[in-house]
C-alpha cells in the first residue's frame, strides 16, 4: 500500500491505507505521519512512466454445474485428477524465474454462485492464458463456468516481500491465512477532485481506526485501464470475526462516503486444490 492519496478510500479497509502490521510510524497524538502526494497526476513533476517489472493478479471463481455430480464416481475422480495436474502443472512445469503462484480456495457453502477460486499471479498476463487454456483442455471443464475472473496489477505496497536479486522488484506474499475475504471496488468521481490533504487526512483517520486489527493482513492490487474495477482488495485472515469487525468500524470513517461500488464480496476457504476439488463431489 502506497499511501499515495490518489490510491485510497473505500469504507471497507481501504486499499491503500497501511494494515495494522508496517504502520507508519504515529504522529503525535496516536495518529500515522504520512507522505503527502501533492501532485498525483504527475503533471507538475512531469513524472516518467514506471515500466519495471511488476506482478499481476488473477482471481479466477468457478462454478459447477450440477451434471458432473451425476457422473458415475470413477468418472468424477478420473476428471478431477485430469483437472488437477492441468492446473499443477501450470506452475511445476515453469521455470523457477518465471514466479507463478497459484493459491486454490472453495467457496462451497459459503457462497452460491462460485464454488472455488484460483488465486493466480504471475509476471506476464500471458501466463495466466496459459493457465487458462491448459485447465480449457481438461473434461472437467466441460462442467465449469467463470461467474467472476478479476484482472489487477501489484504496484508499491506494504504487504510485499522485496527479494534481492530477483529482479522483479516487489512481490506480494499470498495465502498467509486461513481465509483470503476480496472484492473489487470503484471510488466516486469527487474524491479525485479532492485536495490531496484532503484525502490523505481522511486515510490517516482510516489507518488510525483499523490499527487494533493486527489478525488481518491486506493484499493490494490495481486495476486502473486493465479491468473494469479500479483496484482487486483481498485480506488474508485466520479469524473471520476480527474481519466483520474491522469492515463494520470503518462503516463509520469519513472516506467511507467516497466508495462508489465494493461488491461482489467473497469469503475463501483455504485448502490443497485436491480438497477443492473434493468438495465439488
Known amino acids: 500500500m502506497s499511501g499515495r492519496p490518489d490510491d485510497a478510500s473505500p469504507p471497507t479497509p481501504a486499499p491503500d491505507a497501511a494494515p495494522p502490521t508496517g504502520r507508519p ?29 511488476r506482478q499481476f493478479l488473477n482471481y ?5 454445474d450440477p451434471a ?23 506452475v511445476g512445469d515453469a521455470p523457477a524465474e ?11 457453502g459459503v457462497r452460491a454462485d462460485v464454488d472455488f477460486m484460483l488465486w493466480r499471479i504471475a509476471f506476464d498476463v500471458r501466463e495466466f492464458q496459459d493457465a487458462q ?17 478479476f484482472v489487477s496489477m501489484n504496484k508499491r505496497s506494504q504487504y510485499v516481500n522485496r527479494i534481492e536479486g530477483s529482479g ?7 495465502g498467509q491465512g486461513q481465509y483470503l475475504f476480496i472484492y473489487p471496488f470503484i471510488k466516486t468521481r469527487p474524491w479525485y477532485d479532492l485536495t490531496p490533504h484532503s484525502r490523505q487526512g481522511m486515510m ?22 486493465i479491468d473494469d474495477q479500479e483496484f482487486v482488495v483481498s485480506f488474508d485472515s485466520d479469524h473471520p470475526q476480527e474481519f466483520v469487525d ?29 480438497g477443492v476439488l473434493d468438495d465439488l463431489g
Not at 522483479?168 to 499470498?174: R, T, W
Request: glycine fraction near 8%; charged fraction near 25%; charge should be positive.
Open 25 to 53: 510510524a504515529p504522529a503525535p497524538g496516536g495518529r500515522p505521519k504520512m507522505m503527502v502526494d501533492l501532485d498525483p497526476s504527475g503533471q507538475v513533476t512531469g513524472r516518467e512512466a514506471d515500466r519495471a517489472n
Open 60 to 64: 479466477a471463481f468457478f462454478k459447477l
Open 68 to 90: 458432473f455430480r451425476r457422473l458415475p464416481g470413477a468418472e468424477r475422480e478420473e476428471l478431477k485428477a485430469e483437472f488437477l495436474a492441468a492446473a499443477q502443472g501450470w
Open 98 to 108: 518465471k514466479g507463478l503462484i497459484l493459491r486454490p480456495y472453495s467457496l462451497v
Open 133 to 149: 487454456a491448459r485447465l480449457n483442455r481438461t473434461r472437467l471443464m466441460g462442467y465449469l463456468t467463470q461467474p467472476f475472473n
Open 168 to 174: 522483479h522488484g516487489l512481490e506480494i506474499l499470498p
Open 204 to 225: 490517516d483517520e482510516h489507518i488510525h481506526a483499523s490499527a487494533p486489527f493486527k489478525g488481518v493482513r491486506i493484499n493490494t492490487s490495481y486495476s486502473y485501464g
Open 246 to 274: 474491522l469492515v463494520h468500524r470503518l462503516r463509520y470513517t469519513e472516506a467511507s462516503m467516497y466508495t462508489l461500488r465494493d461488491t461482489p464480496m467473497f469469503t475463501c476457504v483455504k485448502k490443497e486444490l485436491a
